[in-house]
């Protein structure tokens, strides 16, 4: 069974760079045929796909926000990583890391984190 | 690239049938048959229901079907039970490896 586990900062600062990890455990990242991805939802808000990355490091990002989005992986800790610089308010949400099948749907999720900006 | 449109809400009584909707372009809905619906509980992370317009994950009740027509994409579900009061979303694959979500429905189970 995969489980995915988002760590990292719970509070970030304005206009400073947000990172996250999701640890991947019950599978391999370097699998084939997997897309990994990040999904955030603002409070009491819908689902936003940010971006995703395959294990070869191949990355496709949200038009509305790939200037701020970065998403890396690191395969030798079966891990993938999302950085969004320049945050402001609006970005405080809850993070998720999925993982999504042949660009088809996502199977598996993480439980998600919730990150606020503020100073 | 917009959201696509869900209704913001839907009820039903136990045993009725309900059905949402997923309004897209044909950019997306329309143009792929890659749409997928997924639900949430509060506070939980979203939960796979539907793949491929109208397959069925292991485990996913019966009474969940899905289907497409155009650009919307539909999600019934049958013979409601207490246990099915959610959120749902739909997503579409987009084009150009981007994706979509709905902006969610809000399921009572009256």
């Known amino acids: 069974q995969v489980q995915l586990q988002e760590s990292g900062p719970g509070l970030v600062k304005p206009s400073q760079t947000l990172s996250l990890t999701c640890t991947v455990s019950g599978g391999s990242i370097s699998s084939g045929g997997y897309y990994w991805s990040w999904i955030r939802q603002h409070p009491g808000k819908g689902l936003e796909w940010i971006g995703y990355i395959y294990y070869s490091g191949s990355t496709y990002y949200n038009p509305s926000l790939k200037s701020r989005v970065t998403i890396s992986v690191d395969t030798s800790k079966n891990q993938f990583s999302l950085k969004l610089s320049s945050v402001t308010a609006a970005d405080t949400a809850v993070y998720y890391c999925a993982r999504e099948v042949a660009l088809m749907y996502f199977d598996y999720w993480g439980q998600g984190t919730l990150v606020t900006v503020s100073s | 690239q917009s959201a696509l449109t869900q209704p913001r809400s839907v009820s039903g009584s136990p045993g009725q049938s309900v059905t949402i909707s997923c309004t897209g372009t044909s950019s997306d809905v329309g143009g792929y048959n890659y749409v997928s619906w997924y639900q949430q509980h509060p506070g939980k992370a979203p939960k796979l229901m539907i793949y491929d317009v109208s397959k069925r994950p292991s485990g996913v009740p019966d009474r969940f079907s899905g289907s497409k027509s155009g650009n919307t994409a539909s999600l019934t579900i049958s013979g409601l039970q207490a246990e099915d009061e959610a959120d749902y979303y739909c997503?579409?694959?987009?084009?150009?490896?981007?994706?979509?979500f709905g902006g969610g429905t809000k399921l009572t189970v009256l």
């Open positions: 997503c579409s694959y987009a084009g150009s490896y981007t994706r979509v």
